[in-house]
């Protein structure tokens, strides 16, 4: 089945890069988010990929995508303490009702 | 503004006491969906809608029950019969003719059973 999976924690210092990484089962799947979650509050997106694409950058963020081995990263340039949250990893099919969400990275951002 | 809004943003309930949880939208969004998050987990889908009058079991739909009788509100009822129900609880809402099929998040509700 459908699958989205994510290592749950990352530390990472004030100013330095994060890398958050996610892999994913289904090769149908068209679309990809990433979502950041602050504590207490719902999801926001933050960035989207379509499948046929390999690289977005927006602002600090940059997604990449691996399609060969389904595998989607997340880097957060200058990475600031208010980036700390939970960075949710999900896809979707084209046509597809559901979306699938990995169990989230927590990012803490160390002063 | 629009945006998705739910209700309340604490809720507290007895065992044996049925609850329903508010979710309003006014972005004319067709679908809606309700998430269950529980703590080092992603979100679980209970339920979801694709169309008025409509709406369809998610992965983990015992003890739970919705109605989509307005395209704006998709209540979630929490029933006496759902045993391990304290948990945060997400609604969020998609355009199904939108380029992307992006959901948007509600603030959620978190429900804690005494």
């Known amino acids: 089945g459908e699958d989205v999976e994510q290592s749950l924690f990352l530390s990472v210092r004030e100013g330095d890069s994060s890398v958050i990484n996610c892999t994913y089962t289904?090769?149908?799947?068209?679309?990809l988010y990433w979502y950041k979650q602050e504590p207490g509050a719902g999801l926001q997106l933050l960035t989207y990929?379509?499948?046929?694409?390999d690289m977005k950058q927006d602002q600090r963020l940059t997604v990449l995508l691996n399609k060969k081995d389904k595998h989607l990263s997340l880097r957060i340039a200058d990475t600031q303490t208010g980036d700390s949250a939970i960075y949710f990893c999900?896809?979707?099919?084209?046509?597809?009702?559901?979306?699938?969400f990995g169990a989230g990275t927590r990012l803490f951002v160390k002063a | 503004d629009g945006g998705i809004t739910q209700s309340p943003k604490y809720l507290f309930r007895k065992e044996g006491q049925n609850v329903t949880l508010s979710c309003e939208q006014n972005?004319?969004?067709?679908?809606m969906y309700w998430y269950r998050q529980d703590p080092g987990q992603g979100l679980r889908l209970i339920y979801y809608?694709?169309?008025?009058?409509?709406?369809q079991k998610g992965d983990i739909a015992e003890g739970y029950s919705v109605s989509r009788e307005k395209k704006e509100s998709f209540p979630l009822t929490v029933t006496s019969a759902q045993k391990n129900p304290t948990a945060f609880y997400l609604c969020?809402?998609?355009?199904?003719?939108?380029?992307?099929?992006?959901?948007?998040f509600g603030p959620g509700t978190r429900l804690t059973v005494l």
């Open positions: 969020a809402s998609t355009s199904l003719a939108g380029s992307t099929d992006t959901q948007y």
């Open positions: 999900a896809e979707r099919n084209t046509g597809g009702f559901k979306t699938i």
């Open positions: 809608s694709q169309i008025v009058n409509d709406f």
């Open positions: 972005l004319n969004h067709d679908a």
């Open positions: 990929i379509f499948s046929n694409m």
């Open positions: 289904d090769s149908s799947s068209t679309y």
